[in-house]
């Protein structure tokens, strides 16, 4: 089953928040924690985490905060994901994983790192910018992983 971490959900809820300001300036990390009821630390570790990356630049100062570093539709789902938990996996081994003692004779280590594949391309066919022009959440599911709507996301 493939499950998000918290801090990769809030990676993306910062994302799509920033998304939707795109060109009217900055965010904080106490105001997008406070919108989304977050905690501010947790919050703030996530966007420094993504500036480092490179998916946000930041600016200091009264009128500083937070803003995509390029344009929403260029930053992937994918790219907000691996950014935060690194690559994706959907086993404990890898190609590479010769420690596995079942790495000689295992035979779904393959087909699973070709499901693998298709999951990785299927984040990455979905932007930012995307994620921001879907309808609001309803305000019973507000509490909800944003990905929690998607079959099989948790």
Avoid at 19 to 36: F, M, P, W
Avoid at 124 to 130: D, I, P, W, Y
């Amino acid at each position: 089953m493939l499950r998000l971490s918290k801090k990769a959900d809030y990676a993306l809820i910062a994302m799509k928040h920033l998304a939707l300001r795109e060109g009217h300036g900055s965010s904080s990390a106490r105001e997008i924690a406070e919108q989304y009821s977050i905690p501010v630390e947790l919050m703030a570790k996530v966007l420094q985490r993504l500036a480092r990356r490179g998916l946000l630049s930041s600016q200091q100062g009264t009128r500083g905060g937070y803003h995509l570093s390029r344009d929403s539709e260029t930053i992937s789902v994918a790219d907000v994901i691996q950014a935060i938990d690194g690559p994706l996996t959907v086993t404990a081994c890898s190609a590479h994983d010769e420690r596995c003692g079942q790495f000689a004779t295992c035979n779904v280590r393959d087909p699973l790192w070709k499901i693998r594949e298709r999951i990785v391309t299927a984040l990455a066919t979905c932007s930012v910018s995307e994620m921001a022009s879907e309808s609001p959440v309803p305000a019973v599911a507000a509490h909800a992983s944003p990905l929690s709507s998607l079959p099989d996301a948790r």
